[in-house]
C-alpha cells in the first residue's frame, strides 16, 4: 500500500513537471524507479542524449528527483557548436528588423506563461513562487530591452574627415556566443544572455545549471515559438567538461558566465588563453550602511527583505549590515522581525523563503555560522533548527533566518561568501570607518546606505569603490537599459552584463574610410545629359 501512495506521488509530480513542456522531457515511464530525462536542443530538434552519464535534479523542498540531465558527449557538443556556426550564416543576414520581431513575440510568450514558468522555476530550484516569478520578471525586462536592439547596434559616421573622405563604422555580429548559468537564477540569468546575444546577430549555445535545466528549457522551448529558426540557440547540459569544451572551442567566440569565484576565475583564464571575449560576474561581499538619521522601520524592513529573501541565494543579496553609532541598538529588533519570515514550500501560500538548494549548500552555510560563533559573533538569530511546519517537507534543505552580531573582518564566515539566509552584523563609529571597511573588500558588486541625510548620501556614493550603490533601497540592480555594473573583484573582463555595454560585448566594430576622388566618365556624362 506504501509503495502504491509513492507511486502515485511520483507520477503527479512528472505530470506536473511535464505539463507544459513535453517536448523538453522524455515521456515519464510512470513508475517509482522512473524519471523524466532531460533533451539537448541542437538544430532547433530537442534530441535524446546518448550518454550513459546523467545527474539528478531534485526537488530541494522534498528531496526527490524529479528528472536526469545528461552529461552531453563530446560529439553531442561538437553538433552543438557546428550547427551554430552554421546557423551564424543566415541570422546574421535577417535584417534587425525581423530579429527584433523574434524578440518582441518571445516577451509575449514568456508573459502568456509566467505562471507555469514559474511552477516549474519552483519545483527545481526552490524559491517562493514570488520570487521565481521575480527570476522571470528582472529577466523578462532585458528581452523587452533587447527589443530597442535596433538602435542600440547603430554606428558612426563622419563626413570630410580629409578632402572626399568620409569615415563610418557599424556594429556586428560576433558569431557563435555561449553563456554557462548559475543555479539561483534559472530564468533571469540565461535571458541576460540569449536574447540580446541574438538579437545582435549572433547565434547562440547555451549552457544551463545542470541543477535547474528545466526553466531554461522551457524557455528554449518559447524562443522557438517565437521565430528563432533552427541553429540560433542550441542547449547543451553538461559539467566541467562542457564548461572546458566552451573554453577551448575555436569556433566560440564569446563567453557569458555568472556564478562562483572558483569556476569564473577558471572560465575566464581558460576563454581568454584561447582567444575568446569573456564577461564573467562572480562572487560577492554586500553591505549595507545603517546611519542613525535613516527611518529604523524602513531600514528593517529593507534588510529583512533583501537578507532573507529566495533564502539568501542571490549575488545581490545584503549579506552584511554596518551599522553606524547609535544605529546598532536595532539589531535586536531587526532579528525579532526577521524570526517572523515563514519557512514553507515555495508553492505553499504566505511562504517567505523556501530550501537552499541542496543538501550540501546547508551544510556549508550552517558550518560557516558556526564557525563565526566559535569566533566570537554573537548569534542573535538561529535558523539552523527551523522547519517548516507542513511535514510533507521534512526532508527539504531548510534554514531559517540567522543573524550574526559582532562580526569582525577576519571571520571566516565574513571572508567567504555565505549564500544563504544570514545576516552578520558590525558595528562602527563613523560613515567614514563604514566606507574604509566596506573598501578593504575584495568585492564591489553592490553596496547601500539607509540615511535621512542628503550629505551623508552624496559623501557615500563618491567615495564608495562599489559599482551599484543603492540609497535608501537595499538591491541596486540597474534597469537593462543601463547595465549591471558590479566592479572589482565580483567581475572578470571590463564589458558588463546587458544595456549598452551589453551590446558592446556581443558585436564588434568594423570601421570604413572612404574615398571617392572623381566620379567615372560615363556617370558625368549621363549626370550632365541628364540635366
Not at 73 to 90: G, H, L, M, R, W
Not at 167 to 185: E, R
Not at 256 to 273: L, M, N, P, R, W
Not at 519 to 528: E, R
Request: proline share 5%; glycine share 10%; hydrophobic share 40%.
Amino acid at each position: 500500500m506504501g509503495t502504491k501512495k509513492k507511486k502515485g506521488r511520483k507520477e503527479m509530480l512528472c505530470s506536473r513537471v511535464s505539463r507544459r513542456s513535453s517536448n523538453i522531457l522524455l515521456q515519464c515511464r510512470y513508475s517509482s524507479a522512473s524519471v523524466p530525462k532531460v533533451k539537448n536542443l541542437i538544430g532547433g530538434k530537442f534530441v535524446d542524449s546518448t550518454t550513459d552519464k546523467w545527474l539528478e535534479v531534485r526537488n530541494p523542498a522534498v528531496d526527490e528527483v524529479i528528472a536526469h540531465v545528461p552529461l552531453s558527449t563530446p560529439a553531442e557538443f561538437e553538433a552543438a557548436v557546428k550547427n551554430s556556426k552554421e546557423a551564424f550564416k543566415t541570422w546574421r543576414e535577417v535584417p534587425i528588423s525581423k530579429r527584433v520581431r523574434v524578440m518582441f513575440n518571445f516577451q509575449s510568450l514568456i508573459r502568456d506563461n509566467m505562471d507555469s514558468l514559474a511552477e516549474i522555476l519552483t519545483t527545481e530550484q526552490g524559491k517562493t513562487l514570488e520570487d521565481a516569478k521575480g527570476d522571470i520578471f528582472r529577466g523578462l525586462e532585458v528581452v523587452e530591452h533587447s527589443c530597442s536592439t535596433a538602435t542600440l547596434i547603430m554606428g558612426e559616421t563622419c563626413e570630410n574627415v580629409a578632402s572626399n573622405v568620409d569615415l563610418y563604422s557599424f556594429k556586428q555580429p560576433l558569431g557563435v556566443c555561449a553563456g554557462i548559468c548559475p543555479f539561483n537564477f534559472p530564468a533571469m540569468i540565461p535571458l541576460w544572455m540569449f536574447p540580446l546575444g541574438t538579437a545582435c546577430g549572433n547565434t547562440f549555445l547555451l549552457k544551463p545549471s545542470e541543477r535547474v535545466p528545466l526553466t531554461a528549457m522551457r524557455l528554449a522551448e518559447l524562443f522557438i515559438q517565437a521565430g528563432a529558426p533552427p541553429g540560433v540557440l542550441n542547449v547543451v547540459h553538461g559539467a566541467r567538461e562542457t564548461v572546458t569544451s566552451i573554453c577551448q572551442h575555436p569556433d566560440i567566440r564569446a563567453i557569458s558566465f555568472v556564478g562562483s569565484d572558483q569556476a569564473g576565475k577558471y572560465i575566464f583564464h581558460e576563454g581568454t588563453k584561447n582567444g575568446k571575449r569573456v564577461q564573467s560576474n562572480m562572487g560577492a561581499k554586500n553591505h549595507a550602511v545603517v546611519m542613525p538619521d535613516a527611518d529604523k522601520q524602513t531600514v528593517i524592513n529593507s534588510l529583512v527583505g533583501a537578507a532573507f529573501g529566495a533564502a539568501g541565494q542571490r549575488c545581490m543579496a545584503t549579506s552584511t549590515a554596518v551599522f553606524v553609532g547609535e544605529a546598532e541598538k536595532w539589531i535586536d529588533e531587526l532579528a525579532k522581525q526577521a524570526k517572523t519570515l515563514r519557512i514553507d514550500g515555495g508553492k505553499e501560500a504566505g511562504a517567505h523563503l523556501g530550501p537552499l538548494i541542496s543538501n550540501e549548500a546547508r551544510q556549508r552555510v550552517t558550518g560557516l555560522i558556526q564557525s563565526g560563533i566559535d569566533e566570537g559573533a554573537r548569534c542573535v538569530l538561529d535558523g539552523r533548527e527551523a522547519r517548516p511546519e507542513n511535514k510533507k517537507y521534512q526532508n527539504g534543505y531548510f534554514l531559517g533566518p540567522t543573524v550574526l552580531a559582532g562580526v569582525k573582518p577576519h571571520m571566516k564566515c565574513y571572508t567567504e561568501e555565505i549564500f544563504g539566509p544570514v545576516l552578520l552584523c558590525v558595528t562602527v563609529p563613523t560613515l567614514d570607518d563604514a566606507i574604509e571597511f566596506i573598501n578593504k573588500n575584495p568585492y564591489g558588486n553592490g553596496c547601500a546606505i539607509f540615511t535621512g541625510s542628503g550629505y551623508h548620501a552624496r559623501h557615500f556614493q563618491h567615495n564608495i569603490d562599489v559599482g551599484q550603490v543603492g540609497i535608501n533601497l537595499p538591491i541596486p540592480v540597474p534597469l537593462p537599459f543601463f547595465s549591471f555594473t558590479g566592479s572589482r573583484g565580483s567581475i572578470a573582463g571590463d564589458l558588463n552584463f546587458y544595456g549598452k555595454t551589453g551590446v558592446q560585448f556581443y558585436t564588434q566594430i568594423k570601421t570604413i574610410t572612404s574615398q571617392w576622388k572623381d566620379a567615372p566618365l560615363g556617370l558625368v556624362t549621363s549626370m550632365t545629359s541628364t540635366r
